[in-house]
């Protein structure tokens, strides 16, 4: 997985003082506000040029500074936002479409996976969750005859990624489309046209996953 | 959901070009930065500040400024480990144990979940998945007469969080237990031993849908 470095700070007792003291004053100048603390105003600086960096802390000239209502976090979130869905994806299975329901359910055990991929002739044609196969084993269908064809979601019906997309448009179309997981794809030649090839999957598994790393400071 | 306010910060274009001196030029004073950006001692003083607050950049005594080897990221770690599991649970779907197998599926179908937890007077007592579903549907199971009590994961083999336990902490039980979803649950008294109730559930669609958030900012 790939490095990378957050400019994130904790801010200290002294700053977390500022902040409540401009929060209960405001607006105050740093002379009041040097005053209150007890230092001078050269000693303040640092602090109120971090807390003003950060957002959260307002300078207005002339009249002096304010606790801040917008967010001021953003390197957080650019940095969950340049995560691609290649660098967490997994290895996707997938069966032919002429594979019964049933054959395809084995499959689905064996791999210990939540959603099969149906390809014809090395294309994505489809793809099955775990759901579609309850629906079908409770219903009529004989699943030891019928082919996953005829009950698989299928293409342009299913919702795609690339390897470059952020995981995040990933994770968003995840919830939007109410899907457990979605097909990494990609075009092979022009000549294709619309067709793409899988290789790759991305499920909610994954982003727990990082998820954990996330929370863990391993990404 | 909880509002929080973090202090990330976006590196101004002398920050930044601190850091590659710093990085040329190791150990280098604050004297010598100054000399070099042709700028007072004073005027870096701030930026300075920033940057060993960050951890970026290592200050030693006697020694000078040095680039820092270790990740410098603090807060956002903390502040993903902040979120609780009650500020994104669901609502869980449950059942009683008498309930048939094939009941339990159209409450899973009705429900759109992908679990169902089963009490016995008011306790949690098992759980049951898509997958241990699909699993007895295409068994041997007559789905329409065995009573779900037969089929789930029977406590005190289900993972539980409570509600103040951190998301990390759920999403590392899901990871590391390999299941969908998570009880919340609660005890309600002394007297009910290890007996609890279920009051919400977390799945790794909530995580999703908070990761989505997370990189929106607008958790």
Redesign the interface.
Known sequence: MVKR????????SRQKEIIELVKANQPITSEQLAKKIGVTRAAL??DL??LT??G?LEARPKVGYIYSQK???????D???KIKVKDIMSKPVTVDEQTTV?NA?VN??LN?V?TIFVENDGYLVGAVS??D???S??GRTD?NKVPIGIIMTRMPNIVCVEPED???IA??K??DR?VDSLPVVERVSEEDGDKVKVIGKLS??N??????K????KN
Chains 1, 2 share one sequence.
């Open positions: 470095r957050l400019a994130t700070i904790n801010l200290s600086r640092p040029a971090i960096m950060t959260i967010p001021s976090s953003n390197l957080v979130f940095y969950i936002r049933y359910i689905l055990f210990d939540g775990r759901k196969f309850l629906k084993a409770i699943i952020s995981v995040y994770a968003k995840i919830i109410e909610k598994t982003i727990t996953r990082l998820f954990v996330l929370s863990e400071n």
